[in-house]
């Protein structure tokens, strides 16, 4: 039987330069990849969608690495660390909702885009109006999610330096903020699509030595593994059970509800995921990727559950928390202990090493991030809407068609080289901007869950992404005002519940914990915002006063169920 008393894991003296070393590594990998990658093309084609050469192999791991960010290697750990079971349905959610993008989504999109959600609405709708809700909300939603890995990256650092001072996680979110910057700039999507499969790699490949140690540690028994954490938890069989975060009352019961409904459905709206499947070449090839992805991420959750109980096992519920008080620490922790705890040479190796992976998920997370974001503004915001200049129609060219026709204007003037061209200097322009914003939002969110801020990212993006590409993709009397009332009706509602809900005030660990106004009860607004936007598209189009075009309805449905006429 193994015993465990959690022995103080704080790193010290000079254990912190070989992490720092193997810190400085990663950045000096990545960036290598990064202007390998960037000069070898520079058309748009590759800025956006890589030259849509990859591989079903290749673009599933880079899914997953798109996938498995800060929220899952540093975050769910963090939250089964310090909640046990309530921490385990949190993962479940995030594999779930890969079910949802096989089944309805992958396929369909990439026959139908070209490198934007909004190229989907775009193709049966008005482009200007959608272009501009769909591009808006995306941006929304990236800068989200890049808070939540940047957050997640100052949190990494602090432990590293053995500080918990506001000073060094400043610093390293601006460093972060900078590196993603100059990911995007130079090396657009082929070398960010790199940088996650080499990402993934590691990630899993760390995740496995890991759980290997690990369960040699307990000598393969699980059981043995449960009591310990248990025992070391603070909460003894409640760690256990259901309820130790979210079940107290009905108001968490409700929350965690809507926590799942956000996790399960806004995977199929992330702008960054449905960005690479425009990165394969065939539909089927996206299909072959979201099955390598969720074989990944499926193997991956199973491992971080071990983890997340061998942090409670051998560091201990209250180690974590002091470390970092949402649990962002909990697996370097672990590994600093497997190694052979503090002072001990493979302790502070393997610390070193897992740090520096988690750290090159961070860098490639937001870099794919930032590369969403900026692809949205570019192409959908200042190309498609704000200078009211259509792209290059994505799909097969058809006969002149008559200005009567609904939706007739929106096909005009197609773009030459030159246009493409400045668009691609516009997106760089524009992840400079983001990054900016991210860097400043960042700083103020600081002792938030990177896992719970992701769930707030994945709530827009089920409220306001979602149901207009499903609408769009099957129902044929969708209109454009119907496409425009659901992404507001979804993203103004969400947005608006989260400022007044207890994230921003009214806690401890709000955003402003010194002043209280928040009405709503709920961390999560999923459960009243994804309704809303579904219903905000159903009533915009029944009050259309102009009706669906079924011509290009039927073309949409052709060419996503079929890939005729796609890029």
Known sequence: MTTATPPPVAPTGDHHDLAIALFAVVVLVTLAITLWVGRRGSATEDFYAGGRDFTPLQNGFALSGDYLSAASFLGVAGLIALYGYDGVLYSIGFLVAWLVVLMLVAELVRNAGRYTLADVLALRLRRRKVRAAAGGASVVVTLLYLVAQMVGAGSLVALLLGTNSAQARTWTIVAVGGLMIVYVTIGGMRAT????????FLLIAGSVLLTVLLMVRFHGDVGELMRQA????????????????????FTSRLDFFSLGLALVLGTAGLPHILSRFYTVPTARAARRST???????????????????????????????????????????????????????????????????AFATILAVVAGLTLASSAAFAHDIWAGAWRGRPRRRPFRRRAAVPASRPGAAAEAEPTGEASERQEVWVARFAAVGIGAAAIAISLYA???????????????????????LLY?????????????????????????LVVFSPVVSGTKVALFPGVDFHWFPLENPGIISI??????????????????????????????????GAA
């Open 531 to 564: 309704p809303l936007g579904f219903l905000a598209g159903w009533i915009g189009t029944i009050t259309s006063p102009e009706p669906a075009d079924a011509d290009r309805f039927a073309e949409l449905e052709v060419r996503a169920l079929t890939g005729a």
């Open 472 to 496: 769009s993709l099957f129902w044929s009397r969708f209109t454009t005002r119907g496409a425009v009332w659901s992404v507001y009706g979804g993203l103004v509602p969400a947005i608006v």
């Open 230 to 249: 248990a025992q070391h938890s603070g909460a003894g069989r409640r760690y256990l059970e259901p309820g130790l975060k979210y079940g107290a009352t």
């Open 291 to 357: 099955m390598w992805a969720i074989g990944l991420v499926g193997g991956f959750y199973l491992m971080a559950i071990a983890l997340g109980l061998g942090a409670t096992a051998l560091v201990g519920s209250a180690e974590v928390r002091h470390a970092n008080s949402a649990g962002n620490t909990a697996v370097p922790l672990l590994a600093l202990v497997l190694g052979g705890g503090n002072g001990s040479t493979g302790g502070v190796v393997l610390f070193a090493l897992i740090s520096a992976i």
């Open 193 to 200: 699509t790199w940088i996650q499969i080499v990402k993934a």
């Open 446 to 468: 600081q002792q938030l869950n990177v896992a719970f801020l992701v769930g707030l990212a994945f709530a827009v993006a089920a409220s306001s992404n979602l149901p207009v």
